[in-house]
């Protein structure tokens, strides 16, 4: 019996598989088979810095222009999406993720789909473990997202904590990777140079206090 290729997993995997059950579902829902989802909370923090960042640099072109993106992109789904309803071929992954851009512009603001982008391009920039691959991570970018509309998830009562959870519908994978590769084009110069923007000035922050340190060690 073949088992699953994940070091330390010894679940059975089907006759044509290297995945188990599991792992399998992972690899489609997270990009990789050892790719753990981020959380809202996880990437809270990363947010907050967004925020203050923008707080600090209201006049800033980069806020308008960031969305200028976003709408262009929003724009150009719903294209595709009026062409689909007008029976024009199309391949389907396009056409999904097309749909998922165009429900997350109807029901979220712009400025908070900007500022949830920008938080996952920090905690990369951050925490570059915490994705295990570029699927991995244009997968989370696609998933936190979604989040933000209400009409991606369900609702699902737990008998043993007495609570009704929340769960986001799946798209399938190939949805997924072409909706996240669409997101990380939109957002990602802006992302990536945000982000070491943070890290220098994180950097620059560390410096002046180690200098700042040494010259209180040398008072007398």
Known sequence: MNHCRVPGCNAPVSRWGSLCSTHKTRQRRHGHPQQQGVTKAELAPYAAIIR???ARNPDSPLWPGIEARWFALVDHCRGVVAASLQGKAMNRFERQACY???????????AEVVETALAVFLMQEQSPRRFLSDDAF?????RRLRALSDVN??????HKTGKVKRVYRDL?????VLLGAMLAETFGVAGLLLARRETEDAEKRRR???????????LK
């Open 52 to 54: 203050l960042r923008k």
């Open 100 to 110: 998922e851009v165009v429900k997350l512009a109807d029901h979220a603001e712009a």
């Open 138 to 142: 244009r997968h989370q970018l696609a």
């Open 153 to 158: 998830a369900g609702t699902w009562f737990d």
């Open 172 to 176: 399938p994978a190939g949805t997924t």
């Open 208 to 218: 002046e206090n180690e200098e700042l340190a040494q010259a209180v060690q040398e």
